[in-house]
């Protein structure tokens, strides 16, 4: 048994629960986890801190990438997982653990059509190519929400006689004189403002159990201690509990750290709005795809739009100062999203005429005119000659008023780092063995993506490994 960790024989205050599988965490990896545990024969606690189910999830704009799917044939595109490895790969710097990589591609397509055919999610019938990937391969959740799935497994596991237990704050786990991971000390009745209400209770796991309380990127003590440019000068697209007390608590009992210091920020985030905000349904979905960044001081473009998000960032961070995203009428029209919601709250603006949109952001307009007169010509010769980005199809010449823009300062939004798991989904110690009786998916897992998430893979490998962890912890054996 590791010392830092708690057993049953100690004397804790509280009542006592008991299930084959505890679950930590009620976002996208820990449900699809709980269902396929419960599908699988266990008998299944999911525990949640806050008042409400679906974490992060519940909030992110409800993207999946996977390759090969029947939306894809539909719309005449060629794709394959071997495409989509070597994308995620390039992105992550080639620093993503091969095999793990292998396991998200090989299985996404199955979780797509796991969440769509056995949930009961509906995606918006459409495929976007979004930064970094080479081929349109994202779907869409209805409603742009990942409200939209957290809701449809919520459902099953109702359907399936498991409820989420909600204000339930994880503290340690338990494991027993062998080393197995074989419960968890929480806190019931916690209150998030008052973390020190409440009191302790352990519940037994009897098989496993998963960690899937997600990522660090409102821990700012954690994530400067990573990466030190991150400080609260840094906002982040994160609910404020996204913090790191699960993930240490891993840590304390041996569990590998892998690529704490990669942390994703999000480039399409303004800084004239808090958190996620509605301004990436313009910059992300418009501006990223059709139009182009501009560095408000040079008036000139200075990265490919369409470039993985770290590349996006750290181009963006590099001048200084909020550059801006610009995209003309034609554009939106032909992305087909609405905007409405972000020219309601002001992210985004319009303008009659793109001599009013640089007197507004305060470029001078003969450098603007001539970095998007340049642009427009690539669509002449059908190449994008100052950074190659990719044309698509629907794209053109942006010359069509009225003209928008909005400021863009990149925001904390995903941590590509956490703990090693192997193929199973089992927790990996820092001496290359399992810790027996400890899984984990989902953003407190790190290696899958290497120094840059894809958008649009972090439902898909929340589905992919929570399904995974799930299953494999159900059918252990530990009293065998």
């Not at 793109?354 to 642009?375: G, P, S, V």
Request: hydrophobic share 40%.
């Amino acid at each position: 048994m590791k010392e830092n960790a708690l057993s049953f024989d100690e004397s804790l205050n509280g009542c006592h629960e008991a299930a084959d599988i505890v679950v930590i965490g009620s976002g996208f990896a820990g449900l699809a986890a709980a269902i396929e545990a419960r599908n699988a024969g266990a008998s299944v606690i999911v525990i949640e801190k806050m008042k409400a189910f679906g974490g992060n999830s519940i909030i992110c704009d409800g993207g999946i990438a996977a390759p090969g799917t029947s939306l894809q044939k539909k719309f005449g595109i060629t794709d394959s997982p071997d495409i989509m490895y070597r994308d995620m790969l390039k992105a992550g710097l080639e620093i993503n653990y091969p095999e793990l990589v292998r396991v998200l591609v090989d299985n996404a397509k199955l979780a797509f059509e796991w969440s769509r055919d056995y949930l009961g999610v509906e995606y918006l019938d459409r495929v976007d190519t979004f930064g970094g990937h080479s081929i349109p391969r994202c779907y869409t959740a209805k409603n742009i929400s990942g409200s939209t799935i957290i809701k449809k497994q919520i459902g099953k596991l109702e359907e399936l006689g498991v409820k989420v237990k909600t204000e339930i704050c994880f503290k340690n786990f338990v494991q027993n004189q062998k080393g197995i991971v074989n419960g968890i000390v929480a806190k019931a009745d916690y209150d998030y403002k008052n973390p020190d209400q409440g009191r302790d209770i352990h519940i037994k796991a009897k098989k496993g159990v998963i960690l899937a309380s997600g990522g660090f990127g409102s821990d700012i003590a954690f994530r400067t201690a990573q990466d030190p440019r991150l400080t609260e000068n840094i906002d982040t697209t994160n609910k404020p509990f996204a913090t790191a007390e699960a993930l240490k608590a891993a840590l304390r009992i041996g569990a590998a750290p892998v690529h704490l210091p990669y942390i994703q920020l999000g480039p399409w985030a303004s800084p004239d709005e808090k958190g996620y905000g509605d301004g990436p349904m313009f910059s992300e979905y418009v501006v990223f795809q059709y139009g182009v960044i501009v560095d408000p001081v040079t008036g000139r473009r200075f990265v490919n739009e369409l470039s993985d998000r770290k590349t996006l960032s750290d181009k963006i961070l590099s001048s200084g100062h909020p550059c801006i995203g610009i995209a003309d009428s034609k554009s939106v029209v032909e992305s087909g999203w609405n905007i409405d919601c972000c020219l309601r709250k002001g992210v985004v603006k319009e303008f009659g005429k793109l001599k009013e949109l640089a007197a507004f952001y305060n470029i001078q307009y003969e450098k603007l005119k001539d970095t998007i007169q340049f642009f427009n010509k690539s669509f002449e010769g059908g190449v994008d000659r100052s950074f190659d980005k990719p044309l698509l199809e629907k794209a053109g010449p942006i010359s069509n008023p009225p003209y928008y823009g909005i400021r863009l300062w990149p925001k904390v939004h995903h941590t590509m780092g956490g703990v090693r798991i192997n193929v199973r989904g089992e927790v990996i110690d820092l001496d290359g063995n399992i810790i027996e009786g400890l899984y984990a998916a989902g953003e407190v897992v790190g290696g899958i993506h290497g120094a840059s998430r894809l958008g649009s893979c972090a439902i898909t490998d929340c589905l992919v490994f929570g399904r995974i962890a799930g299953k494999n912890a159900a059918l252990k054996d530990y009293n065998s």
